[in-house]
């Protein structure tokens, strides 16, 4: 079982930064990839950014350029810098894991979520 713990996150007007930070705790499961999705009131989750274990990252195209995904493999931790921030921006944001749990299974662990509003 893997557990993540987030932190980070609030209010701030458009135009200004956050982090987020998420740790996993310690797991017999190889932690591979990690990253953040974000859930608007009335939408659908959506990808934010995701990292490798190997230091490959992807962005959505609406983040691109804005934010910045990082990861210390050493403490299972993920970072979500988030600068110029819009109104769009504002979504809870839940942290994402993939553990792996056989050479051929991987199981997805999620955050209980972080909530960032962003007003114009």
């Known amino acids: 079982q893997v557990q993540l713990v987030e932190s980070g996150g609030g209010w701030v007007q458009a135009g200004g930064s956050q982090r987020l930070s998420c740790a996993a705790s310690?797991?017999?499961?190889?932690?591979?990839?990690m990253g953040w999705y974000r859930q608007a009131p009335g939408k659908q989750r959506e990808l934010v950014a995701v990292v490798t274990s190997g230091g490959s990252s992807n962005y959505a195209d609406s983040v691109k350029g804005r934010f910045t995904i990082s990861r210390d493999n050493a403490e299972n931790t993920v970072y979500l810098q988030l600068n110029s921030l819009k109104p769009e921006d504002t979504a809870v944001y839940y942290c994402?894991?993939?553990?792996?749990?056989?050479?051929?299974?991987?199981?997805?662990?999620w955050g209980q979520g972080t909530q960032v509003t962003v007003s114009a």
């Open positions: 310690r797991s017999s499961f190889r932690i591979e990839g």
């Open positions: 994402y894991a993939a553990a792996r749990i056989t050479l051929d299974t991987t199981r997805d662990y």
